[in-house]
């Protein structure tokens, strides 16, 4: 198993077992995983982010402040990752969905 891989089931384990994860934690899952991300809001050294991460077959939606300081990127994470998945309209636009149906992307 690939170093990659490894993490990939390390994460899925502690999510499926609804333990917390850290903002370091949070902030590699984005890092390395991301499927999609989407800026929500924009301004001056900071940015909104909603990203959509993809472990193994299945998506978890995030959303994150990013600021840059010049220096280093801070991120803040409002919440543990959401379990998605897409779905396709006859627009063939792809949108994020929850398993309730809620519209996240």
């Keep these: 198993m690939s170093d990659k891989q490894t993490i990939e089931k390390y994460l899925l384990n502690k999510i499926d077992r609804g333990e917390y994860l850290s903002e370091r934690i949070l902030e590699k899952l984005v890092y390395t995983f991301s499927h999609t991300d989407k800026t929500l809001r ?10 959509i991460v993809k472990l193994s077959n299945r998506y978890f939606y995030l959303e994150y402040d990013s600021e840059d300081d010049g220096w280093f990127y801070k991120y803040t ?7 998605v998945h897409s779905e396709i309209r ?12 809620e519209l996240l992307l």
Excluded: C, K, L
């Design 42 to 51: 924009r301004d001056w050294g900071y940015e909104r982010v909603a990203s």
């Design 77 to 83: 994470f409002d919440d543990q990752p959401t379990e």
């Design 90 to 101: 006859m627009e063939n636009r792809v949108r994020w969905i929850t398993s309730s149906g």
